[in-house]
């Protein structure tokens, strides 16, 4: 018993002893694992931690039997009203930079104006992008081209169900941001025209600046005053509960620079322009439509509006200047919603409708102020009117340093100055004068000799004072 008890003692006591030793082994293992993680997290950073680990999931996920999933991306959020889907744009521009020598299906193209070669995705071939050790493959989907036109485009980016997660959390925004970044550094500026329907585009390649323009120095600073200060407010419009846009009217005669100062307001805040001509559009949902395929951060143009029928001012003598209750239910107005109204307009106008669409500036130019209806015109529509007159002094002095390189002063400024006081020209007329001869004194001389003979064709004629500028059915330039 005692023979047997010494047994037991001696089988407990090595029973308990490997027991400590196993646990010696277990603390000692745990502790070195934490001094291990801990080492780790101050060494190492964060990021690479992760790209670590994504690569090592990567490798394991290649000998594990793969289960696809795949997300589909339209060109067009919703194919009946249209909205564009900025992923899909955001892929068109992003993939082509992951195009490798193994893609057999290229396209290659030359912008005009441009010195260096682009490379397109098309639907012939699939795009592998590899982000953090894990692969996605992208498959462009072109339709035929009716199915183009009734937007059927789209990508369909495939991968491995388990990283589902990570696509939505980190890929796709990955793409977005790699967009942006792309689109701001080589920023091709884009004009966008509504015609069939459709938002046509073309390269924006007007070369006017706010450095360019003849404009006086005060009016200048202005203008570009306020379209900072509209970027910089973003919350503050949301505060407010203001949608955030910015009108302008730009009102003048033809030829005093209207399309030179769009051109230089899209240069400045590197927007978008989307000329639309109001003719076009036949029903306040087209509008709406067009609108909505717009894209954010753009300069929306509508040109001439006064020689639209529907925003003349209206001449019912006690009618309020907003015609949206005016509208009662009678058939009449049923076939009314059908058409382009101005109330569809002053819908816009507030963000009542859902057009979507933020940080945008709307531009109305028109050469008869007077006749556009006073509802569009007041703040909140078009916050600032910016007049675009006649060329005088300070002015010109611009022209005189973009045409002809001086810079100062000039023994002819004066008399030109008092000249300009008597007639009212127009920058384009006394810009085509500039031009006319190559040696700069020459054409002020001209420019003298040509100012003289208008003041004296007036006095003449018996007017005081007479107006030159550009005939109305000139193209505009943008
Ligand atoms: N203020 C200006 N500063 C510099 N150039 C100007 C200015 N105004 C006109 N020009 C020159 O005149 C030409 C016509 O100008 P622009 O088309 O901008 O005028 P507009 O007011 O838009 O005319 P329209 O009403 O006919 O469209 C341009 O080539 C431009 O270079």
Redesign the pocket.
């Known amino acids: 018993m005692v023979k047997k008890h010494g047994l037991y003692s001696h089988n407990s006591l090595s029973s308990f002893k490997s027991a400590s030793s196993w646990f010696e082994v277990y603390a000692a293992f745990s502790t070195l694992t934490i001094l291990l993680r801990t080492a780790i997290n101050d060494l190492i950073p964060h990021q690479l931690r992760s790209y670590i680990v994504s690569k090592l999931e990567g490798f394991f996920c290649k000998y594990q039997p793969s289960n696809k999933a795949s997300i589909k991306i339209n060109q067009f959020w919703d194919e009946t009203c249209g909205e564009r889907n900025e992923l899909f744009e955001a892929a068109l521009t992003y993939l082509p930079t992951k195009i490798t020598h193994t893609y057999k299906s290229l396209k290659v193209g030359r912008r005009q104006n441009q010195k260096h070669l682009e490379l397109a995705v098309d639907g012939g071939d699939d795009v592998v992008d590899e982000f953090e050790g894990v692969k996605y493959t992208w498959k462009l989907n072109e339709g035929s081209r009716e199915e183009s036109m009734n937007r059927k485009n789209n990508f369909v980016l495939t991968f491995n169900e388990k990283q589902r997660q990570r696509v939505l959390d980190q890929y796709i925004p990955h793409v977005v941001k790699s967009y942006e970044a792309m689109k701001n550094e080589r920023r091709i500026l884009k004009l966008y025209s509504w015609l069939d329907d459709f938002w046509n585009e073309s390269d924006l390649s007007h070369p ?1 600046t706010f450095d ?4 006086s120095p005060e009016l200048k600073k202005d203008i570009v005053d306020d379209l900072d200060r509209f970027l910089r407010r973003k919350e503050l419009y949301k505060k407010v509960g203001k949608a955030w846009k910015r009108g302008y009217l730009l009102y ?10 769009i051109a230089a307001m899209a240069n400045h805040l590197k927007f978008d322009v989307y000329d639309l001509e109001l003719s076009s559009i036949i029903s306040n949902s087209d509008l709406m439509r067009c609108m909505k395929e717009a894209s954010n951060r753009c300069i929306i143009v509508i ?1 001439d509006i006064d020689c639209n029928k529907e925003v003349h001012a209206r001449s019912k003598p006690n009618g309020s200047s907003d015609d949206r209750d005016s509208e009662s239910d009678s058939e009449g107005s049923k076939m009314k919603s059908k058409r382009f109204t101005l109330s569809g307009l002053l819908n816009y106008m507030d963000g009542l409708s859902t057009s979507g669409g933020e940080e945008r500036i709307i531009i109305f ?1 028109t ?1 008869h102020k007077e006749k556009i209806d006073p509802a569009l015109l007041r703040p909140g529509r078009m916050d600032m009117h910016i007049h ?1 007159s006649f060329l005088k002094g300070k ?1 010109f002095r ?2 005189a340093s ?1 045409y002809l390189g001086i810079e100062g002063d000039h023994p002819l400024f004066q008399q030109i100055d008092d000249l300009l006081e008597k007639v009212e020209i ?3 007329v006394v ?1 085509e004068q500039l031009l006319r001869y190559e040696d700069p004194h020459r054409c002020l001389e001209e420019l003298v000799q040509f100012l003289q003979q208008k003041v004296k064709d007036s006095n003449c004629d018996g007017v005081g004072r007479v107006v030159f500028s ?1 005939s ?1 059915d ?1 193209d ?2 943008i």
């Open positions: 006017a360019s323009l003849a404009l003048g005669p033809p030829g005093t620079g209207k399309s030179s100062l040109e130019t050469n675009m002015a611009m022209l973009n127009t920058p384009a810009g550009r109305f000139t505009s330039l």
